[in-house]
Structures are given as C-alpha cells and as structure tokens.
Nanobody, 125 residues
Framework: QVQLVESGGGLVQTGGSLRLSCAAS????????MAWFRQTPGKEREFVSA????????NSPDSVKGRFTISRDNAKNTVYLQMSTLKPEDTAVYYC??????????????????WGQGTQVTVSS
C-alpha cells in the first residue's frame, strides 16, 4: 500500500511559478513510476508528466513540455513538479499518482493504482 500526499498548490499570476511536492509512504519508492495528472470540473484527468523509478526517464505532453519539469528524490520518497511560465489554462486540481513498475511511463490514468487527494493550482490572468 502506498499513500500519497500532495502540497504546494496555490494562487499565482500568469507567468509565475509553483513547485508541487508529493510525499509517498512505503519502503520501495524507487519501484514505482510516479506521475502528475490534472483535472478541471467536467473533464477527465489529463496526463501532465511521469518519471521512472530511477528518475532517469521522463515523459510529458507538448502542452507542458519546456514549462513543467518532473523530478524525484528517492531518498526522501518525494516527487516534484516544477511549473513555470504558468497560464490560466493550467488552472486545475493536480494529482500525484503511482503504480508499481520502474520503467513504463504510461499516460493513461487507468494504469495508476495509487492517488493523492489533489492540490488546487489557480493561475490568474
């Protein structure tokens, strides 16, 4: 069982930056692919970024590439999402997710087993 707790959300102006953190419980954090998704009301969860267990490989869609960076610290059981040049369309609840595999960086939410409670990010125009 893995428990995930996100933090770092908040209100920021267009062009600003935020860093989200997700702390995971458990002893084998490096065995898990970690990912970030986001969701706005009435829409499905959207893939934002994923990172392999070792941290050497990442995956992200074009909508955030070059603006968002995912990273992890396996010694601290924590994954991060550094977000910069934020836009109003980045406004959403951001969720941390995990599944037990060290390599495959799936973009589908249905592949992920564990989820955090979410943290709100609001970008004002």
């Amino acid at each position: 069982q893995v428990q995930l707790v996100e933090s770092g959300g908040g209100l920021v102006q267009t062009g600003g930056s935020l860093r989200l953190s997700c702390a995971a419980s458990g002893r084998t954090f490096s065995d898990y692919v970690m990912a970030w998704f986001r969701q706005t009301p009435g829409k499905e969860r959207e893939f934002v970024s994923a990172i392999s267990g070792s941290g050497r490989r990442t995956n992200s869609p074009d909508s955030v590439k070059g603006r968002f960076t995912i990273s992890r610290d396996n010694a601290k059981n924590t994954v991060y999402l550094q977000m910069s040049t934020l836009k109003p369309e980045d406004t959403a609840v951001y969720y941390c997710a995990a599944y037990r595999d060290s390599a495959n960086l799936y973009v589908s939410q249905w592949r992920y087993t564990y989820w955090g409670q979410g943290t709100q990010v609001t970008v004002s125009s």
